[in-house]
């Protein structure tokens, strides 16, 4: 089981709530092009909190050489896996040349991963769609695979829709082009020898354990995000671990007390972190008042620890 990377969303704030929840679930950085890395803040864009391993590093880009060093910087920062993107949708990173559009050159991304392996001793993944636009044959993403597996990399995270490089916004690419998780399953009995990870549109855990008995692992996205008590039974559940012993008041303290710790060290808005939290009383009595306390933007400049739990009574009152 693992949580998806999701732009905007996933940063090292949201990661430290989620591994409160699971403390075996792989967590995803947010895409981070090689661009930002080679040219930018390294610190701003790898820092992350002790707390979140396992956690792995996804990274945007085409170009080998710069593949292959912003690898090693991430391994040098102790991420646990390098993972490659290969689909997004969106203008921006088309304009890029990364992302989904990399799957129309797989000798490319062949070569991307090859130097990436290379430099570096973790695990180098690639994440990526069935096709692009309408082209859905199985053939296509066979051969992507295929291609990409002989340049050393043993485990792909694949999105079952098709990736539509025009006429949808990123939004739209995950709603609109159809499911088809039969491709996926495909791909595991014809390269029975790769890792095959799962992911779009599973929201219950009936699903994760029909997507399990066919391939190796399930990644979640917006679900886990809009719904993060539901990783609380991850642990029991897909690891054979203790479950979460955490409630969700307990939860709660334990973000008060980082987000007063983030404060402190580099001046970060308690509603930076707080925006993660807005799900996790999702689908309890007293959840609509509980989400526009904490995103009521004048206790943005409170001390976070001012903003405590609504106790029982009050959420039901608030209900």
């Not at 002989?150 to 990736?163: D, K, L, M």
């Not at 029975?192 to 997507?211: C, F, H, M």
Request: with cysteine.
């Amino acid at each position: 089981m693992s949580v998806a990377p999701m732009i905007d969303w996933t940063d090292r704030h949201c990661r430290y709530f989620h591994r409160l929840l699971s403390r075996h679930a792989r967590l995803y950085t947010e895409m981070i092009t090689t661009g930002a890395l080679l040219h930018g803040d390294v610190e701003r864009h790898l820092r992350f909190n002790a707390e979140e391993h396992p956690v792995a590093l996804q990274l945007g880009g085409s170009e080998p050489a710069d593949l292959a060093r912003c690898s090693k910087l991430g391994e040098q920062w102790g991420y646990d896996e390098i993972n490659l993107n290969c689909g997004c949708p969106s203008e921006r990173v088309q304009r890029g040349a990364f992302g989904a559009c990399l799957m129309a050159e797989p000798r490319l991304v062949a070569d991307g991963v090859k130097a990436m392996c290379d430099s570096v001793s973790v695990p180098v993944t690639v994440k990526h769609r069935i096709g692009i636009d309408r082209t859905e044959s199985y053939d296509f993403v066979r051969d992507f695979v295929g291609t990409v597996a002989e340049a050393g990399c043993s485990t792909f995270i694949v999105h079952a829709r098709n990736a539509w490089l025009q006429g949808l916004s990123p939004k739209e690419n995950r709603e609109i082009p159809p499911l088809r998780y039969e491709l996926v399953h495909r791909l595991k009995r014809d390269f029975a020898s790769l890792t095959v990870i799962i992911n779009g549109g599973l929201t219950s855990d009936a699903q994760v354990r029909e997507q399990l008995a066919l391939v190796d692992g399930v990644m979640i996205g917006r679900e886990a995000y809009h719904n993060p008590w539901w990783m609380a039974s991850w642990d029991a559940l897909y690891f054979g671990a203790v479950p979460c012993a955490l409630t969700r008041e307990a939860v709660e303290e334990q973000m008060l007390d980082y987000m007063a710790r983030a404060a402190a060290e580099d001046g970060a808005p308690w509603y930076a972190i707080a925006r993660h939290m807005l799900g996790l009383r999702h689908g309890l009595p007293g959840a609509r008042r509980w989400r526009q306390v904490w995103s009521d933007y004048r206790l943005k400049p409170l001390d976070p620890r001012a903003v405590r739990p609504l106790a029982h009574g009050q959420q039901q009152q608030a209900a």
